[in-house]
């Protein structure tokens, strides 16, 4: 059926009109892969001295530069499918003939710290339910040392827990104590603290807006800037060690496992240095500590359809978790991290 047909009719001042353009919105879009966003389609048609407006996006064809990245169906709804960039477009034979308007959608993979909407927001349409940020209670004795956050948000449909460490705006309510700064910029790890040099506790925080405006904020969290005398040290420290924390998230409780040898094994096996799971010595949240400037392997089982993927932050090389070759960091067996100081690393399991 032709687009004009039933529509391109418009009566004012007793002149038929029929469609002059279209405008998609929005004109730009961040989504997660896996993630779904509407977009609407709106036709001005002319009529002289009384233009009309009109919901086309139906009405119109719609079709993606690159689909690997996203698809869109005939009602446009598009869906996140790969990493990259897609120009989503709505086309039509107008008044005049063929017209058309575009939206250009970014896709990145959860973790990656590309997928920040910019002030905390969450892309797409599902509302975020709750965020949980871990470690607690970290201590550091220097000015200049850090701490890496993460944080897992929680919705109503699979997957339950979700990465947002580099989407969520993070916040200390002593920035005299710790800055820490939010993902989504180039450089910018999301979630990871700093003592600034003064002497106490500073609550650390994560919030998000979801697309209704409404704001989800974590649970709280410390950082305290300390050493054995009660007091942060203004040396900047140079520590000879690293510990490496390694967190548990998702439903699965059961059939899991997160190793690391020593560094002085090459290459995933026992012996174990971090060993979590179910039935091992670290649970669901264990520890290791390494020499500075180590590089660790942590291997994750199960993973397919279960695993939901690692989270450090950033995971730029030398600086979070690096994903095995051919594998993102939603589906990689190993999270490989080379300790330049204190960091943690999740998991997500299903």
Known sequence: MSLLAGISLVFGCGNPTGLDSIQVSPANQSLIVGQTAQLTATGT??????????????????????????????TGLVTAAGAGTTIITASATAFNGPISSSA??????????STS??????????????????????TVSNKGMTGQYLAFGTYSTPPYVRDLTNQVTWISLAPEVASIESGGAIGQVGGLATAMGYTGDSPIYAEASNPDGTIVLSNSQTFTCKNSAGVCDQTVAHPQFATITVFHAGSNTTT???????????GPGPPYLIHCGPGSAGGSVCTGVYETGSTVILTASPT????????????????????AAG???????????????????GAIFY
Request: aromatic residues 6%.
């Open 327 to 345: 594998f993102t960091l939603l589906n990689s067996p190993t999270c490989t991290v080379t300790l330049t100081g204190d960091t943690s690393v």
């Open 256 to 266: 899991w496992s997160i190793t690391a040898p020593p560094d002085t094994v090459v």
């Open 104 to 113: 250009t959608i970014s896709v990145a993979v959860s973790g990656t710290g």
């Open 304 to 323: 397919g359809a279960g695993f939901g993927g690692w989270s450090s932050g950033d995971g730029a090389p030398g600086v979070g978790c690096t994903p």
């Open 117 to 138: 909407t910019g002030g905390g927001g969450i892309s797409g349409t599902e509302p975020l339910l709750s965020i949980n940020i871990v470690p607690g209670g970290t």
């Open 45 to 74: 048609f002319g009529n002289a001295n009384h233009p009309s407006t009109q919901d086309v996006t139906k009405s119109v064809t719609w079709t993606s530069s690159t689909p690997s990245v996203a698809t869109v169906g005939s």
